[in-house]
């Protein structure tokens, strides 16, 4: 069935480091894709999306584009700040127009 | 412009004990979304309502599990007897139009913890 594949966690890294996250899907079809952050104590946020191949989606520095030919929407930040750390969701949302979210990769920046 | 809300922010209860929460969706959003989100997963819907009609309800535990959006705004889901592994946190997400790359908001979620 339909899934989402995330790298896990913990990320940690110093403030300034540069940052990706790994998310896979498969495809069935051409889905869009999300990037949803959650901060502690609140509720999911959506970061950043795309809706087809090639497509960049970006926000607050961070970006991912849509690749097609390997399946992928990684998230990149090439600055990160203490105010990063979360945690952040990779989702697709598919033709039954539900929504599968990956497992969630805890980001903590130290300063 | 308000958010999602959601209560209690926060339920412990007993297995076997009945236990309900409470969302209001954001004014004018026709779509809304229960998930459960257990600890170390991602979330897993559990029931969407276009208005107060059921789109799809395929992953809801019918068995001890219930939900109702009355009006098409305000919904309440509803677990019947508790089960330690129904331990999580419950997020209500509700969007302006069905499915399309429609964003979802968010609320806090309420978190339950099954004894």
């Known amino acids: 069935g339909d899934s989402v594949t995330q790298m896990e966690g913990p990320v940690t890294l110093s403030e300034e480091a540069f940052l990706t996250i790994n998310c896979t899907y498969t495809?069935?079809?051409?889905?869009?894709l999300f990037w949803y952050v959650q901060y502690p104590g609140e509720g999911l946020q959506l970061l950043l999306k795309a809706t087809k191949a090639d497509d960049k989606g970006s926000n607050k520095g961070f970006e991912a584009t849509y690749r097609k030919e390997t399946t992928s929407f990684h998230l990149e930040k090439g600055s990160v700040q203490v105010s990063d750390s979360a945690v952040y969701f990779c989702?697709?949302?598919?033709?039954?127009?539900?929504?599968?979210f990956g497992t969630g990769t805890r980001l903590k920046v130290l300063a | 412009e308000a958010g999602v809300a959601q209560s209690p922010r926060y339920k412990i209860i007993e297995k076997r004990q009945s236990v309900a929460f409470w969302c209001n969706p954001i004014?004018?959003?026709?779509?809304l979304y229960w998930y459960q989100q257990i600890l170390g997963q991602g979330p897993k819907l559990l029931i969407q309502f276009q208005n107060n009609g059921v789109v799809d309800d395929s992953q809801l535990p019918k068995d001890r599990f219930s939900a109702e959006r009355l009006k098409g705004v305000d919904s309440t889901l509803k677990i019947q007897p508790a089960k330690l592994e129904d331990s999580a946190v419950y997020l209500c997400?509700?969007?302006?139009?069905?499915?399309?790359?429609?964003?979802?908001?968010f609320g806090p979620g309420t978190r339950l913890t099954v004894l």
């Open positions: 495809a069935t079809g051409y889905p869009s």
């Open positions: 004014s004018g959003h026709a779509t």
């Open positions: 997400a509700s969007s302006l139009v069905k499915g399309g790359i429609d964003e979802q908001f």
């Open positions: 989702a697709r949302l598919g033709g039954t127009y539900k929504y599968i």
